[in-house]
């Protein structure tokens, strides 16, 4: 950050007073500009025993396969989030359940909520940023194309969970590795 979104002068990364950490200050009105972690928020959409998936047609991880997920928007709330993302990927409509997982991943700066969902129909096609989307029963899944560790995670949970009949909230801390998210 350069300048100040209030007044367009410019920033300086300073100490404010009462804070632990440096943030960008306005060298002319003062005002402090935080940078919070983003919330990526998504769907685990089921129809039957198959999950829908979409196939990644922009970067990070163009080509892999995903659940429905991306950035919160201000003014929605995180089930509407997860709605409209399913909408935009999938075309698709879902029914948003419960939240089943969190994962927090600090070292990007970003918060995963992953809501169940149930599709509505079976009318689905690639958004703009999918390549492709399909239903997978659990023996399918691309296991080795995934995009995302907390997609990978939130899907061993899932079929876990659905073979004992209860699903449980899940939450985990994720530390920087080799993968993407």
């Given at each position: 950050?350069?300048?100040?979104?209030?007044?367009?002068?410019?920033?300086?990364?300073?100490?404010?007073?009462?804070d632990?950490r440096?943030?960008?200050?306005?060298?002319a009105?003062?005002?402090?500009?935080?940078?919070?972690?983003?919330?990526?928020?998504?769907?685990v959409?089921?129809?039957?025993?198959?999950?829908?998936?979409?196939?990644?047609?922009?970067?990070?991880?163009?080509?892999?396969?995903?659940?429905?997920?991306?950035?919160?928007?201000?003014g929605?709330?995180?089930?509407?989030?997860?709605a409209?993302e399913?909408?935009?990927?999938?075309?698709?409509?879902?029914?948003?359940?419960?939240?089943?997982?969190?994962?927090?991943?600090?070292?990007?700066?970003?918060?995963h909520?992953l809501?169940?969902?149930?599709?509505?129909?079976?009318?689905?096609?690639?958004?703009?940023?999918?390549?492709?989307?399909?239903l997978?029963?659990?023996?399918?899944?691309?296991?080795?194309?995934?995009?995302?560790?907390?997609?990978?995670?939130?899907?061993?949970h899932?079929?876990?969970?659905?073979?004992?009949?209860?699903?449980?909230?899940?939450?985990?801390?994720?530390?920087?590795?080799?993968?993407?998210?």
């Amino acid at each position: 950050m350069k300048y100040c979104s209030h007044c367009g002068s410019p920033v300086e990364l300073r100490l404010p007073p009462d804070d632990n950490r440096h943030r960008h200050v306005c060298t002319a009105c003062g005002e402090i500009h935080y940078e919070n972690p983003k919330l990526i928020v998504g769907a685990v959409p089921v129809w039957q025993d198959k999950i829908l998936l979409c196939r990644r047609a922009i970067e990070p991880r163009h080509g892999l396969w995903t659940l429905p997920a991306g950035f919160m928007e201000n003014g929605e709330t995180t089930a509407e989030a997860a709605a409209r993302e399913t909408l935009e990927e999938a075309n698709a409509r879902v029914a948003v359940g419960e939240l089943y997982t969190l994962y927090n991943l600090p070292h990007i700066n970003q918060v995963h909520l992953l809501f169940r969902a149930e599709l509505l129909d079976l009318d689905f096609s690639p958004g703009a940023e999918s390549l492709e989307v399909r239903l997978f029963a659990e023996d399918e899944i691309p296991w080795d194309t995934l995009a995302f560790r907390p997609v990978r995670f939130t899907l061993q949970h899932y079929f876990a969970d659905r073979k004992l009949g209860e699903f449980r909230f899940r939450t985990g801390d994720l530390a920087a590795s080799g993968q993407h998210a």
